[in-house]
Nanobody
């Protein structure tokens, strides 16, 4: 199982980015997929995730209406669309995957439960 996150960069407040998580070694439907972020000096937090129980998605309140998660099964890739970015979104963003069945918002809050992680991609929101 491998995950590789990409798409980060420097963007002005109000701007957009699309992060990609290219995966291999498993089926996207069989694994819970999560996007997490960690800002300097802060704890890692769940941003968005897809449950492998029923495909439901869950997100942090701080990104409601601004971020969107999606999957492309043909490309084995998970995307995180980031819109209306603000400086508080500055962080290293990680994608993660785990075969355990994660019910409801477990895929968002149980970051320590994920077995596989990508290397992270830095998002900097600044003018």
């Amino acid at each position: 199982v491998q995950l590789q996150a990409s798409g980060g960069g420097l963007v002005q407040p109000g701007g957009s980015l699309r992060l990609s998580c290219a995966t291999s070694g498993f089926s996207l439907d069989d694994y819970a997929i999560g996007w997490f972020r960690q800002a300097p000096g802060k704890k890692r937090e769940g941003v968005y995730c897809i449950s492998n129980v029923d495909g439901s998605t869950y997100y942090a309140d701080s990104v409601k209406g601004r971020f969107t998660i999606s999957r492309d099964h043909a490309k084995n890739t998970v995307y995180l669309q980031l819109d209306s970015l603000n400086p508080e979104d500055t962080a290293v963003y990680y994608c993660a995957a785990d075969p355990s069945r994660m019910y409801r918002d477990a895929c968002l809050v149980l970051d320590y439960h994920y077995r596989y992680w990508g290397q992270g991609t830095l998002v900097t929101v600044s003018s």
